[in-house]
Every structure is written in C-alpha cells, then in structure tokens.
C-alpha cells in the first residue's frame, strides 16, 4: 500500500490543524493505521493508531501527549486517515508519518508498520 500524508504546515499554540494521508494499492480498510511524528534530534514516536474494522472494530489508541486534543479517523470508502490536531502546543512540532500495519489489532510498535508516508512538516509557534 501506498502513503501520501499532506495537510501540515505553520500554526499557532492552541489552534487546529488537519493531516490526512492518501492510500492506494490495496485495500486500505483491511489494515491498521497509525500516525507517528519525529522531532529533530528525536527518535519516531507513536501518535496515535486506528485498527482495520474488520479485525476490531475500528478501536483507537492515542499516546498519553495527544489524548484529548489530537482525533484519529479514517474514511475506508475514501482510502483517507486523518489527524485532527486540537489546542496544540509547540512541542506537538515535528514531521509527521502515517502508517499501515497489517496488525489485527491498535499498535503503538514502530516495527509493526510495514508502509509509511513520506511525512509531512507541523510547526506549531508560540
């Protein structure tokens, strides 16, 4: 499957902002979906991640950073995950990746996503 994550760019602490991520070759339903984000100097960490329907429901994970402002969605009939950013902070600033998995369940593990997306740059200025 392939990945094209868009929609980042320059906002303000405490504004919005919505990534979205393309998917195309296979059936994008059939596989989790994950966003991580990389800092400079930082290793990739998990965001958040939507599990395939299919194999459970469609449950949704979040790191303990984002839980609360961040929303994770994803329209299969569009081939299309999303990331709602809410009132975020300046450390929310980092590239940000999509993934897919071909886990049956939500997976916050870097090494269990096999396709990822070129990322896209969030800056977030005080």
């Known amino acids: 499957v392939q990945l094209q994550a868009c929609g980042g760019g320059l906002v303000q602490a405490g504004g919005s902002l919505r990534l979205s991520c393309a998917a195309s070759?296979?059936?994008?339903?059939?596989?989790?979906a994950g966003w991580f984000r990389q800092a400079p100097g930082k290793e990739r960490e998990f965001v958040a991640a939507?599990?395939?329907?299919?194999?459970?429901?469609?449950?949704?994970a979040y790191a303990s950073s984002v839980k609360g402002r961040f929303t994770i969605s994803r329209d299969n009939g569009k081939n299309t995950l999303y990331l709602q950013m809410n009132n975020v902070k300046t450390e929310d600033t980092a590239v940000y990746y999509c993934?897919?998995?071909?886990?049956?369940?939500?997976?916050?593990?870097?090494?269990?996503?096999?396709?990822w997306g070129q990322g896209t740059q969030v800056t977030v200025s005080s």
């Open positions: 993934a897919a998995s071909a886990s049956f369940t939500v997976t916050d593990r870097v090494e269990r996503y096999a396709y």
């Open positions: 070759g296979r059936t994008f339903s059939r596989y989790t």
């Open positions: 939507t599990a395939a329907i299919s194999w459970s429901g469609g449950s949704t």
